[in-house]
Each structure stands twice: as C-alpha cells, then as structure tokens.
C-alpha cells in the first residue's frame, strides 16, 4: 500500500467551457419597384431580384447561430422592419413577409443607413456588421450623401455594400465610397449564384469567435491506500506485542 501511495494514483474529470463572440448585425434591403425585375435566377427566371434576395438573405440568417440580426427595409422610406434578435425562425419569417412596393417605389439609400446606424448605436456588442444591398441609384433621401459618409465614418460599424443587377443599375462608385468609409467591402452580383457567393463571402469575413478552454480537476487519491498502510503497520505492531506478552 505504500508503494500504491508512493505512485500517487489520480481521478481525473475533464470540463470544456466555451466563451462566444456574437456580433450585431444588420441587414438593409431595397424594396423598390425596380427588384420586380426578372430572370435573375438561372435555376428559374421567373423569380424576380427580390424573392431572390428573401431566400438568400434568409439562409445567411440561418447560419448566423451566435448573433443578434435586425432588418432595414427601404424605397421611398425606410424603416425598421425588425429590431437586433437571436429568434432567427422569428427573423426568417419577417424577411417572407416583406413586399415591395410597400414603402413606395423609389430609392432611399442614405436615409436606410442613417436608420442602421441609430440602431446599432445603442449595440453594447464589440463587432457591428451593417450589409446594405441595392439594385438602384439613391433618387429619395433627405439625407445628403456627404452627412451619411461623416457619420459612417466615425461610426466603428463595418459596412459592406452590394448592388445587384447590371452595372448600369447601381452607382458602383457610390456604393465602394460607402463601403471604404465603413471599412468594409463593395460587391456587385449580377445573378443569384453569384449573390449567394457574396453572403458566404461576408459570413467567412464577419466569422464569430468561438473560444473553448478544457479544465481538468484531479483528485489525488494516494491518502487511501497511505491510511491502508498505516493502518495494517499498527496492526501488525499490535499483534506481534500481544505475541510477545503471552
């Protein structure tokens, strides 16, 4: 038992915790009567730009497991369609729900972002993502372009731009003056293969960290077979005098 001591046999019990690094994001979407516009999917050209948008904006909220996603939505106005969640089921739904048309027909791409930008500013979250996508050219804000560049600039949002459709539908200057104000990237996708690319892009770019620390807790176990052992020493002590008085 004191050999068994002397090795010093353990317990050991391992725990993984895992610290998640969720970011705020929102998402900015045009409405305009401009995405009615068809064959945009080659898997099926009847769907115009905008139910392409619904589905491939859904998906990207699908795989953002660990963030919180609000939704902007414009034409002539813009609004907040959704306030930050995590439900994204919740989020999935809104988005279906959307209908152009409904905030009128034009394009109100400034005024989109300052409605973003008030949004995220009350964000306690370290990283603020903003995603703006457009098929047109800003014809409706009240707000000046030079007001909205100040204000992305100073803001620690990042923000990626995306215009769909031929060059000749969006201001792809316009929209990388933005996107280098925000830090961030401008893409143009001329189809839904290539629009689908860009969200996996800026899902790979704006990955969540996830840390994971393993404890482990030992429990030394060698004060079991030492107290075996003294215990059978004094024993063996007892008996061998009570030998040696009879």
Do not use: C
């Amino acid at each position: 038992m004191v050999i068994v001591a002397v090795a010093s046999p353990i317990l050991s019990q391992e725990y993984s915790n895992s610290k998640r690094d969720g970011r705020d994001i929102v998402l900015i979407i045009d409405s305009s009567e401009s995405m009615k516009q068809a064959r945009f999917d080659a898997k099926d050209m009847r769907k115009n730009k905008f139910t392409v948008v619904q589905e491939v904006a859904s998906d990207f909220v699908a795989s953002r497991e660990n963030d919180r996603i609000g939704l902007v939505t414009f034409a002539d106005i813009a609004f907040v369609a959704s306030p930050l969640t995590f439900e994204t089921k919740f989020l999935q739904q809104i988005i279906g729900m959307q209908r152009m048309g409904v905030a009128g027909q034009r394009t109100a791409i400034n005024d989109s972002l300052v409605q973003t930008y008030n949004m995220l500013a009350n964000s306690k979250a370290k990283s603020k993502i903003a995603i703006l996508l457009t098929d047109g050219i800003d014809n409706m804000s009240k707000v000046p372009l030079d007001e909205v560049k100040s204000l992305v600039e100073k803001s620690p949002v990042t923000l990626y731009t995306i215009g769909i459709g031929t060059s000749r539908d969006y201001d792809g200057g316009y929209l990388k003056e933005l996107a280098d104000a925000g830090n961030g990237q401008a893409f143009g996708a001329s189809d839904a293969e290539t629009l689908t690319a860009i969200y996996q892009k800026i899902d790979e770019l704006e990955a969540s960290k996830i840390e994971a620390k393993i404890y482990i807790k030992v429990t030394y176990l060698f004060i079991y077979p030492l107290f075996i052992s003294i215990l059978s020493l004094l024993l063996f002590i007892y008996f061998r005098n009570m030998r040696g008085a009879s």
